[in-house]
């Protein structure tokens, strides 16, 4: 499956590269010490400037999901699944991704789930899986 | 919310109008934006010397991009205006932009009428590529969208993915069920079959919904809004000048433009989106209630954004959307809140958010022919969807 990417800014590439050591960065407030996405200069909750990216467990669960059937792309022919996954560490902490290995069927809201990095050139995209 | 201005009240709308509305029309993006404009400026009984202020959302978004080719900068010349202000540009709240932007000029002492238009060829490009509209063409090579990245790379790759993810959760939330959203899509079909500019109009039953083509679950083909070609024109007047024209003012008594969450796509609440923020601040500005209001006409870019405006203004409560559009009695002509009496834009065609206030206007005016409702003097238009959102009550005295 091919992808468009990001382009890498200081900002964001913590997010998209943190996979190549296998770690989910998220941006988090030594102020405040609340997680924040996406990644930015600056806490959106308090307005610190004190904000570094962290490693989260990578655990979660699908807030919302969706089967995407059409072929957006020639090489689209199967459905994927399209989600929202919200991290364990975090209430509201979220963001899209796809949910991959096991049938799009078989994908519920509340199912939990762990990420899965799959490398395109240097990003790292954080996919999820079924955590047992 | 509290507001001790409200400026919208020294506005109104004094004329309204529209190109042939088609998929495709034979006529080019300006010549259709002329056309309407040209319709408005006579339907309010104005010249072009009159006008003195021109607005758009969203304006020539890329280069005379078939999402909207026209902005006021190539009209402005084009119609010969002399403008004291104009102003485009996405960046707003939502498709109803061009309205709000155009009464805050009235309201704060530039302009006196101002010439409000949105144009949309859509339907003439995607017969030269069937993806124009796909979410990766908005930037070339990696993508460098603040806001995209986040979903493309995931093949998110047109807003329906979006629109499917705060669906499913609704259905989660709330119970909502796939026979009672697919009321939106009835709804408007029902009346699009007595609106002779609509694009499909032959009749729609719950079988065929649920034989259509699924695009992402639960969102099928006929859950999106149609494409066509098409442009319509606001004309706005200081309401000092509004009692002049041939028609009887339609006052802007309150508008909704707020947004108290992030502008993203994932960030805010998933079933309540801008439109709650929206519709707070527009309530905060007027003693009508929601009960007051006789027709709505509500974006359905999506069908799934017409139920959460349904919400988020109040028309009924947060999570009743489903139950109140079942069997889809209360939302027809006749019922106790017409929505989309045109069509909308699922089977009127995707004219983008003004379509929605000229038929409002033609509603209260009581021009709409076969499909005039009874009469009443309260409409709401909301539109956008996700971050995106706008609204307007309108009345006629
Ligand atoms: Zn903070």
């Not at chain 1, 994908?107 to 990095?117: A, C, E, K, L, Q």
């Not at chain 2, 707003?92 to 009464?103: D, E, K, S, W």
């Not at chain 2, 070339?140 to 329906?160: E, H, K």
């Not at chain 2, 509004?242 to 502008?263: F, K, T, V, Y």
């Amino acid at each position: 499956m091919t992808r468009k990417l990001p382009l890498l800014t200081e900002d964001n590439s913590p997010f998209w590269q943190g996979g190549a050591q296998g770690r989910l960065l998220i941006h988090h407030c030594a102020d405040c010490t609340r997680f924040f996405h996406p990644p930015a200069p600056i806490c959106p909750h308090c307005g610190s400037f004190e904000v570094t990216p962290r490693a989260v467990s990578g655990k979660g669960k699908v807030l919302s999901y969706t089967i995407n059937h059409q072929a957006w792309r020639p090489d689209l022919t199967e459905p994927y699944v399209v989600a929202i996954v919200e991290l364990a560490e975090q209430a509201g902490l979220r963001f899209v991704t796809n949910i991959v290995g096991l049938p799009a069927e078989a994908v519920h809201i509340d199912m939990p789930v762990r990420v899965r990095f799959e490398q395109h050139e240097d990003v790292w995209l954080p996919l999820f899986e079924k955590d047992a | 919310m509290m507001f001790d201005r409200i400026f919208e009240k020294d506005v109104a709308i004094t004329g309204v109008g529209q190109s042939e509305v088609g998929r495709p029309v034979a006529r080019s993006g300006m010549r259709l934006t002329l056309d309407a404009c040209l319709d408005a400026i006579a339907d309010a009984g104005l010249t072009r010397a009159d006008i003195d202020g021109v607005a758009c959302w969203p304006g020539d978004n890329n280069n005379g991009d078939a999402f909207s080719p026209v902005g006021p900068n190539a009209l402005i010349g084009t119609l010969g205006l002399k403008v004291n202000w104009y102003g485009g540009g996405y960046e707003g709240p939502g498709p109803l932009a061009g309205i709000i932007n155009g009464a805050m000029a009235i309201a704060s002492g530039l302009c006196r009428h101002v010439l409000v238009f949105r144009t949309i060829t859509e339907a003439s490009r995607r017969k030269v590529d069937k993806n124009a509209s796909a979410l990766t063409n908005k930037t070339i090579g990696r993508d460098s969208s603040f806001f995209w990245q986040w979903y493309t790379p995931f093949n998110v790759l047109s807003a329906i993915n979006l629109m499917a993810l705060y669906t499913q959760r609704h259905f989660h939330e709330y119970g909502t069920t796939p026979e009672q959203l697919a009321q939106i899509a009835l709804t408007c079909r029902a009346n699009a079959a007595l609106n002779p500019k609509a694009i499909y109009r032959t009749p729609l039953s719950l079988d065929d919904y649920f034989a259509s083509r699924m695009i992402s679950t639960p969102l099928r083909v006929l859950d999106c809004d149609v494409h066509c070609d098409a442009s319509t024109a606001i004309i706005l007047s200081r309401a000092d000048a509004a009692n002049d024209g041939p028609n009887p003012p339609i006052r802007l008594e309150a508008i909704g433009a707020a947004l108290h969450q992030p502008w993203s796509w994932d960030q805010i609440d998933l079933t309540a989106t801008a439109a709650r923020d929206v519709g707070e601040m527009m309530w905060a500005r007027t003693d009508l209630k929601p009960k007051d209001v006789g027709s709505a006409q509500l974006y359905d870019g999506f069908s799934i954004l017409t139920m959460i405006w349904l919400e988020a203004l109040g028309l009924c409560p947060r999570g009743e959307s489903g139950r109140f559009v079942e069997g889809g009695r209360r939302i027809a002509r006749d019922g106790e809140l017409p929505i989309n009496t045109n069509g909308g834009q699922l089977s009127g065609g995707r004219t983008h958010g003004l379509g929605y206030v000229h038929e409002a206007c033609t509603q209260l005016w009581g021009r709409a022919g076969e499909r005039q409702i009874a009469p009443h003097h309260v409409s709401v238009v909301a539109a956008g969807g996700g971050p995106l959102g706008g609204s307007v009550l309108l009345v006629r005295d």
